[in-house]
């Protein structure tokens, strides 16, 4: 227990840009044993998201104005880590072996594959943000809930899925155990019963964002799988931003 919060703060240093770097010990444990804490990096980023968008609201903005802003601000918590590894993904899926996908993927340059990656999913989640817009508690339980519950499938794909590379952040990280797998799942799907309560049928509208997540991260999971022979920070990134996107669209059609 004692190893908890500076977990934590490992966790918030790695998937933020929060000064949380200041929480930690002067031997931080390994990042593989922060993973349990992944959905409580994602929670804070969320909250950050939902204050930028009751502040929009009590300015009396429009919907999409309120939610690029939002979204805006969750980037910049983050420093768009992981939209840069969706577009570093997305720019790989066009080589023709694994080694020169996972070369392709390391060029700090970004190619039309990941631009276009980009403005697809950052377009669904201003659309989704702003549809959840007229419904304040709504869009504040799911800013909240699916930044959470997505980045446990990040957890999940660094204990189950191999290093694809024997150098890089997937390798560095190590695999985490079963139980800190577990505990995220855990906190990730009960970060999704707040914005599943706002709405009239909470029962459906928990399981379809869920099943909705967990289909998105396992079809990219699976794409890494057979396209470069398993994980890297890259891919733990883009399951992050498909999990979140399949997550927040999939409540618009039950708000």
């Given at each position: 227990m004692a190893r908890l919060p500076a977990e934590a703060a490992l966790a918030l240093v790695w998937l933020t840009r929060l000064p949380a770097g200041r929480l930690l010990p002067a031997t931080p444990p390994a990042l593989a044993r922060a993973a349990w804490a992944f959905p409580l990096a994602g929670l804070a980023v969320g909250l950050i998201g939902a204050a930028v968008l009751a502040l929009a609201a009590f300015a009396g903005l429009p919907a999409p104005v309120a939610a690029l802003l939002t979204v805006g601000a969750m980037i910049l918590v983050t420093g768009g880590l992981h939209e840069d590894g969706l577009a570093d993904f997305a720019d790989g899926s066009g080589g023709a072996t694994p080694e020169r996908r996972l070369e392709i993927m390391r060029d700090s340059r970004i190619g039309s594959y990941g631009v276009l990656a980009l403005i697809v999913t950052i377009g669904l989640r201003v659309a989704a943000v702003a549809a959840l817009f007229g419904d304040p508690w709504l869009a504040a339980a799911a800013l909240a809930g699916m930044a959470a519950a997505s980045r446990a499938g990040m957890a999940a794909g660094l204990g189950l899925m191999p290093p694809a590379r024997r150098d890089g952040l997937g390798h560095a990280a190590g695999r985490p155990g079963r139980g800190a797998v577990a505990a995220a799942l855990a906190l990730g799907a009960a970060a999704l019963l707040?914005?599943?309560?706002?709405?009239?049928?909470?029962?459906?509208a928990?399981?379809?964002?869920?099943a909705a997540m967990a289909a998105a991260q396992l079809w990219l999971a699976r794409r890494a799988m057979r396209g470069l022979g398993g994980q890297t920070g890259d891919v733990l990134g883009a399951m992050q931003q498909a999990g979140e996107v399949a997550g927040l669209v999939a409540l618009t059609a039950l708000a």
């Open positions: 707040p914005p599943a309560l706002c709405l009239p049928h909470p029962p459906a928990w399981l379809l964002p869920a």
